[in-house]
């Protein structure tokens, strides 16, 4: 069951005391562990969970078109938004894993961390229903929301966009190299515009890498 740190945690994020702790538990509980059951059919639940909270929110709250609600409900909801949602309140050193992903340094991965942060919504789902589970991630992403977040054009758009605006042909993106474990995967990802150049750059995901290269692009030739 939950340990005294854990469940003082739950509470905190969730507004209430966890009721079913063995779902939470799952929720926490990263398959390298061996553990029967582990977070990723609530991962599964939570991300729809969140998306349908953040695109209410977003109707009530932004009056920009569908294509501008789109943009940011992408980037809320993207697996960063969720890894940096998670680090702010402290999740990781909650999450269960097995000693060669704890090695790995799982706790701090963004693909471990926006997995259970997504697995938690899940449970909040499951056990406490929509609106209770509505509430909680108003309260985790308000800052985000608040903020800039999904604001700006996307990279890979923008990027897009210079091509065609300078006559130039689409941006290719190839994976130049896939390190590490599953769980912690890195990926480094060239973007190339023919007749001007080519960057790279490396994230926790092929979407997260080919962002970042297009970020680097423009940077250096936009």
């Given at each position: 069951?939950?340990g005294?740190?854990?469940?003082?945690?739950?509470?905190?994020i969730?507004?209430?005391?966890?009721?079913?702790?063995?779902?939470?538990?799952?929720?926490?509980?990263?398959?390298?562990?061996?553990?029967?059951?582990d977070?990723?059919?609530?991962?599964?639940?939570?991300?729809?969970?969140?998306?349908?909270?953040?695109?209410?929110?977003?109707?009530?709250l932004?009056?920009?078109?569908?294509?501008k609600?789109?943009?940011?409900?992408?980037?809320?909801?993207?697996?960063?938004s969720?890894?940096?949602?998670?680090?702010?309140?402290?999740?990781?050193?909650?999450?269960?894993?097995?000693?060669?992903?704890?090695?790995?340094?799982?706790?701090?991965?963004?693909?471990?961390?926006?997995?259970?942060?997504?697995?938690?919504?899940?449970?909040?789902?499951?056990?406490?229903?929509?609106?209770?589970?509505?509430?909680?991630?108003?309260?985790?992403?308000?800052?985000?929301?608040?903020?800039?977040?999904?604001?700006?054009?996307?990279?890979?758009?923008?990027?897009?966009?210079?091509?065609?605006?300078?006559?130039?042909?689409?941006?290719?993106?190839?994976?130049?190299?896939?390190s590490?474990?599953?769980?912690?995967?890195?990926?480094?990802?060239a973007?190339?515009?023919?007749?001007?150049?080519?960057?790279?750059?490396?994230?926790?995901?092929?979407?997260?890498?080919?962002?970042?290269?297009?970020?680097?692009?423009?940077k250096?030739?936009?």
């Open positions: 069951m939950l005294s740190e854990t469940h003082a945690f739950l509470t905190a969730a507004g209430r005391p966890p009721v079913d702790e063995a779902l939470w538990l799952e929720a926490l509980t990263h398959g390298s562990t061996g553990a029967p059951r977070y990723q059919r609530l991962e599964f639940l939570g991300d729809r969970a969140l998306g349908m909270v953040i695109a209410e929110w977003l109707y009530k932004d009056s920009g078109d569908e294509g609600l789109s943009q940011r409900l992408n980037a809320l909801v993207s697996r960063t969720c890894a940096r949602v998670a680090r702010q309140i402290g999740l990781g050193q909650h999450i269960r894993l097995g000693k060669q992903a704890r090695d790995d340094g799982g706790q701090d991965s963004d693909n471990i961390l926006g997995d259970v942060m997504e697995a938690l919504i899940g449970a909040s789902f499951v056990t406490q229903g929509f609106e209770p589970t509505a509430e909680m991630v108003r309260r985790l992403w308000a800052d985000m929301v608040a903020g800039q977040a999904g604001k700006a054009k996307h990279p890979k758009s923008a990027l897009q966009e210079w091509a065609a605006g300078n006559r130039r042909k689409v941006p290719e993106y190839r994976l130049v190299e896939r590490g474990p599953d769980h912690a995967a890195r990926f480094t990802v973007v190339s515009v023919k007749g001007v150049g080519e960057a790279e750059a490396t994230g926790t995901s092929m979407r997260d890498a080919e962002t970042l290269a297009a970020e680097a692009f423009m250096r030739f936009g």
